[in-house]
Nanobody
Framework: QVQLVESGGGSVQAGGSLRLSCTSS????????MGWFRQAPGKGREGVAW????????SVAESVKGRFTISQDNAKGTVYLQMNTLKPEDTGMYYC????????????WGQGTQVTVSS
């Protein structure tokens, strides 16, 4: 099993920055890819950024391109989401998730961390 714990959320004004962290534990050698997802009030969950654990290759959603960056420190078992130039529409609960080599979907999820951006 893989356990994930997010941290770093908070309240900021538009234009500000936050850095989210996601620390993994358990059977982390099985992790293949990590992702950040978010869910705004009354909306569905959407993918924000992804990173392959082995290669470090990354991708981000069009809605956050140029503002958000995903990175990792494998020695610490931690994935980061650097969020710059935040907008009110970035408000939501942010979750990290892990996909292992035996999964076809993101099966392991953290409890989430709240991000609130005020105008």
């Amino acid at each position: 099993q893989v356990q994930l714990v997010e941290s770093g959320g908070g309240s900021v004004q538009a234009g500000g920055s936050l850095r989210l962290s996601c620390t993994s534990s358990g059977y982390t050698d099985s992790i293949y890819r990590m992702g950040w997802f978010r869910q705004a009030p009354g909306k569905g969950r959407e993918g924000v950024a992804w990173i392959y654990k082995g290669s470090g290759s990354t991708s981000v959603a069009e809605s956050v391109k140029g503002r958000f960056t995903i990175s990792q420190d494998n020695a610490k078992g931690t994935v980061y989401l650097q969020m710059n130039t935040l907008k009110p529409e970035d408000t939501g609960m942010y979750y990290c998730a892990a996909r292992t080599t035996s999964d076809t979907i993101y099966k392991h999820w953290g409890q989430g961390t709240q991000v609130t951006v005020s105008s």
